[in-house]
């Protein structure tokens, strides 16, 4: 993955001349990332390229976020009619690799991200966030039935479908909870371990720049039912227990936190679906079964019933994990 050309221009502009630019990560959008390094200083490099990419909504997250308390880059160089950002670099413990090399600390930094989430709840959201309700949970679960259900070729009820989707999602959006600062994509891949740092400013947040105005349960919900990563049962639970104690929320929560843990993950098995058939990126087909073991799990709750029976008419066992574990 090379630079963009313009880099080395853009950070002679701001006192990184002649700093090695090497590859970092890339993720499911345009963006991609360096880590750039200067005798003894480091940093990142964000190339958001126009028109695809608009830096703006990142760099008026991660201040929002750092105003109150929390950690996010700080922002030390942009230019952005080129789409680029220089911005502080959190080092290379990630949340993902740290709790794979040493499972013992999962209650320990899961609690820990559980306590970020109660803490950005204590604050009225982010002015000027897109809404992120039931007309957006609705058009989103579209996904499913747009993209996953041609690929493993099945014909669907798609008026039964949104009707289900209505019926267990408009209670939700009326339960009184919220709006908070949801982050959107809040998993163990984009939280680093920021040395030097305690408490909740240990965590440092990345990928916010698609942050809404939305449910408190749905960024809990995204943490523990990652995409990526196998979060044990007990730990779900312990987690949703003291998100719950620490908020008084009750039960409420906890039917919102089940819901829209199912209205993500069938959104995300559409959109990984669509990565591999439209965007040319099959690895996304080896989460596929991670994310039907989570939304089977989801469905099993009683409230969830509308949406478990059209999933049981609808998509047989033969059209679920089974597809995706031959072809990853």
Not at 1 to 28: Q, V, Y
Not at 285 to 313: K, S, T, V
């Amino acid at each position: 993955m090379k630079p963009p050309t313009h880099a080395p221009e853009f950070l002679a502009s701001c006192g990184w001349e002649g700093a090695a630019i090497l590859p970092l990560a890339g993720d499911a959008s345009f963006r991609r990332y360096f880590r750039v390094i200067k005798d003894d200083r480091t940093a990142v490099l964000m190339d958001a390229p126009p028109p695809h990419e608009d830096p703006r909504p990142f760099i008026a997250v991660a201040e929002w976020l750092v105003g109150r308390g929390l950690s996010a880059p700080e922002i030390l160089a942009r230019d952005l009619d080129k789409g680029m950002l220089l911005l502080g670099d959190f080092g290379n413990a990630r949340l993902r690799e740290s709790l794979d090399s040493d499972p013992t600390r999962e209650r320990e930094l899961y609690e820990l991200a559980t306590d970020v989430l109660v803490h950005l709840h204590q604050h009225p959201p982010m002015e000027g966030l897109p809404v992120h309700g039931l007309d957006q949970w609705l058009e989103e679960v579209k996904l499913f039935t747009d993209w996953y259900c041609p690929a493993v070729g099945v014909d669907v009820d798609e008026e039964g479908y949104r009707s289900a989707w209505r019926e267990v999602l408009e209670p939700i959006e009326r339960d009184g909870l919220g709006p908070v600062t949801v982050l959107r994509d809040y998993h163990a891949e984009n939280i680093m371990l920021v040395e030097g740092r305690d408490g909740i400013a240990h965590f440092g947040l990345l990928d916010f720049q698609d942050a809404l105005r939305g449910h408190p349960a749905y960024d809990l919900a995204s943490v523990l039912e990652d995409a990526r990563r196998d979060v044990p049962p007990p730990i779900e639970r312990a987690m949703i227990d003291r998100y719950v104690a620490a908020t008084n929320h009750g039960d409420t929560f906890e039917r919102a936190y089940w819901a829209l843990a199912a209205q993500r993950n069938t959104r995300i098995l559409g959109v990984f679906t669509r990565l591999w058939k439209r965007d040319n990126k099959p690895g996304y087909r080896r989460f596929q079964p991670r994310m039907w073991g989570l939304l089977e799990r989801d469905l099993e709750q009683p409230y969830l019933a509308p949406l478990c029976e059209w999933f049981d008419i609808n998509i047989p066992p033969e059209h679920r994990r089974e597809p995706w574990k031959r072809a990853a």
